[in-house]
């Protein structure tokens, strides 16, 4: 198959949301050319895009970087991770858990590291926003799936030996990756009223893995996660080593894999629309915009950040995704 890359130009940024509905009176530069709010890593800070362009969302403190922002379902708050980088004035080096509101951004500490090299990853709301998700990594090579009720302020344990959760939209199923400290992980949906498991390649069958950050699809019948090319994990020294990523999506019932993204970004991290027909990709290189049915190649949007995170609210319909596609300037294609 060829590979064919997309390119945006950079000059068409700020005038493509005018073409993608964002009024006529003026022209908003967009960082992220596409309708929606959006909030992403930029440097170490938090930014938010939507109707008013972008801007500063939260800065980080001293020796920090905020990652991982997960949306509300209300989209009007923000979960995410703030990453102590030093120990620089009696910190530790490890990650908290923080919330924000979107229209009065002060940052709120949930869910605090007590220890050095403690770390919170992953967070993700509940589909009532009562309760936020998260991956838990105490130290001595433990990892697990936490949970933490807001209202109550108590954290409990759903999974050991688990990380990278997502909670299906009806609250009855999450997704993870088990035993990440294996060296070849599998995918698991887990009912969350009887504790039942699925393994979604128990033969390990499938050539693209290990896996990352694995998220169902707005109706939960498919789940779309990050993978590379099988590389054996050998050592404890070796994980996260395992080369660029895609983005593959199974359907649940058929057990069908496709390969939505052939980006090969190093641990990309991605976000979907409302209907699920779209997801934004963000990368090193690029972010990316493409189509969970493989029908068009991965378009590179706009500039990438560095293992950074993003999530979106918002969607693409039709006339939008053609306005997108029209402001290609330049195709390049492997045949060349």
């Known amino acids: 198959m060829k590979l064919r890359i997309v390119v945006l130009s950079l000059l068409s940024f700020a005038t493509l949301f005018v073409a993608c509905g964002g009024g006529s009176e003026r022209v908003v530069e967009q960082r992220i050319p596409a309708p929606g709010t959006f909030v992403y890593t930029q440097g170490v800070d938090l930014w938010i895009q939507d109707e008013d362009g972008p801007r500063l969302l939260i800065a980080a403190g001293q020796d920090q970087q905020l990652l991982h922002p997960a949306i509300s379902p209300d989209g009007e708050r923000v979960a995410y991770v703030v990453f102590q980088l030093t120990q620089a004035e009696g910190s530790t080096i490890g990650t908290d858990l923080a919330i924000a509101d979107l229209s009065n951004p002060e940052q709120q500490i949930v869910v605090e590291h007590t220890k050095q090299a403690e770390f919170i990853w992953s967070p993700r709301w509940s589909s009532d926003g009562e309760s936020l998700i998260f991956t838990h990594e105490p130290g001595e090579l433990l990892i697990r799936i936490a949970r933490l009720d807001l209202q109550r302020g108590v954290v409990d344990i759903l999974r050991e030996d688990a990380r990278d959760a997502d909670v299906s939209a009806d609250g009855s199923r999450i997704v993870f990756v088990s035993a990440p400290y294996s ?19 128990p033969q390990r069958e499938w050539q693209p893995r290990p896996y990352r950050i694995p998220r169902f699809v707005p109706d939960a019948d498919a789940v779309v996660f990050s993978a590379g090319q099988f590389l054996p994990q050998v050592s404890v020294n070796a994980l996260g080593l395992n080369g660029p990523e895609d983005l593959w999506v199974v359907d649940l019932e058929t057990r069908e894999l496709l390969q939505i993204a052939a980006i090969g970004e190093d641990q990309p991290d991605f976000a979907m629309s409302d209907d699920g027909r779209h997801v934004l990709v963000m990368g090193a290189f690029g972010i990316y915009l493409v189509t969970t049915d493989a029908t068009d190649p991965p378009y590179a949007i706009a500039p990438g950040e560095f293992h950074g995170g993003i999530d979106w609210v918002g969607g693409v319909d039709n006339e939008e995704w053609a306005a997108i596609r029209e402001s290609v300037f330049q195709i390049q294609d492997s045949s060349q």
């Open 183 to 201: 060296g070849d992980p599998h995918l698991v949906v887990r009912d969350l009223a009887d504790g039942s498991e699925l393994v979604l390649d």
